[in-house]
């Protein structure tokens, strides 16, 4: 499985058109952040692909990125992990006003999970 490190995330391909990302603990995700993610979709994807959150670690992010985040061209769905309830309450991106609706979906099971992206990208 190919792993890619961002600098301030872990990227791998589960599928040809799945990646599970796994945020740093304690980082505060921002725009410059937003940026540099989103342009490692835009060169590794040119259909549609999604993208599981594993909520392993406790992390923050800035209004603009709260924003922006998800916001990209091919990005179908996007399941979020997580590992306690605490986490899930936490999790407010799919609450932000959004160009277009963020096909999100949110587990405690990660095969579940990834079943659902499956069937989102096809």
Known sequence: METVRLSFCEISFIDPNIVEVVTDEGIEINAESVREYHG??????????????????????????????????????????????????AHVLNKMPRPHKLNMQHFFDRDKALAWLREQVG
């Open 40 to 89: 490692f979709y835009r060169t590794r994807f040119d259909a549609p692909f999604g993208v599981l959150v594993s909520k392993k670690h406790e992390y923050s992010y800035d209004f603009s990125a709260m924003l922006k985040i998800g916001d990209i061209e091919n990005m179908e769905a996007v399941a979020v992990l997580h590992f306690s309830e605490r986490s899930k309450a």
